[in-house]
């Protein structure tokens, strides 16, 4: 995982850049994990119960996670009904990935106390 | 820190109803994440150039966060010339804390792949 500067090396240290709107909303947050957890993919009602979000809330998210190319949505006709399978895109995980690593960056910071500048910078393992 | 449950056993396992949108929302977790680093609080200037928001952002969420009783605004006057003081209370501290909790959990989802219910539940450390 790509790792964000830390504190003492950003201009505005608490200001957390990489937290893209199109990722951060909590929906499509949800989304995103659910699809990254599943690299196969998952159907659409596959997505909807784990994340437990409507039909009309995830179609909306989900146009606005292709319109941005991190998810791709396919229809999947071979035997039974068709059905939506959501998958994420080798871009949409590299950015994800990107994104996961400033939250991270917002867990170590919330554990390491503000200190003199000459002070060793630790690094806090979340618990 | 108070730990999120793990997702075996949530009913919507990617939903992160945690993630209250008045913490949520970018600049919002910037302030509160700098004053969570700060207990003894910081001049509104300070939080300004810490977070990277003009006087009208900061102002604006320091009123949502204020409503939400997470953070209070005091004027001090003694000595020089006024100043806005900006600290996390003690009820912003818990909910924060809260907060920061299913963020760790949406870091640890992204680095457990799915596996079969029998399987053990490892706990990875984020890199």
Same mark, same amino acid.
């Given at each position: 995982?790509?790792?964000?500067?830390?504190?003492?090396?950003?201009?505005?240290?608490?200001?957390?850049?990489?937290?893209?709107r199109v990722m951060h909303e909590r929906a499509r947050l949800g989304v995103?994990?659910?699809?990254?957890?599943?690299?196969?993919?998952?159907?659409?009602?596959?997505?909807?119960?784990?994340?437990?979000?409507?039909?009309?809330?995830?179609?909306?998210h =989900?146009?606005v @996670? %292709?319109?941005?190319? #991190?998810?791709?949505? !396919?229809?999947?006709?071979?035997?039974?009904? $068709? &059905?939506?399978?959501?998958?994420?895109?080798?871009?949409?995980?590299?950015?994800?990935?990107?994104? =996961?690593?400033? @939250? %991270?960056?917002?867990? #170590?910071?919330?554990? !390491?106390?503000?200190?003199?500048?000459?002070? $060793? &910078?630790?690094?806090?393992?979340?618990?």
């Open positions: 995982m790509k790792k964000a500067k830390p504190r003492r090396q950003r201009a505005h240290p608490f200001a957390y850049e990489g937290l893209e995103l994990s659910s699809l990254l957890a599943h690299p196969k993919g998952l159907s659409f009602a596959a997505v909807k119960q784990l994340c437990g979000l409507t039909d009309g809330n995830l179609s909306r =989900l146009d @996670l %292709e319109s941005a190319r #991190l998810v791709e949505v !396919t229809r999947e006709t071979g035997g039974g009904r $068709p &059905q939506s399978l959501c998958r994420i895109t080798a871009e949409g995980r590299r950015r994800f990935v990107g994104y =996961l690593s400033v @939250l %991270e960056r917002v867990l #170590l910071d919330a554990q !390491t106390p503000v200190r003199p500048a000459s002070a $060793p &910078q630790t690094y806090a393992t979340p618990r």
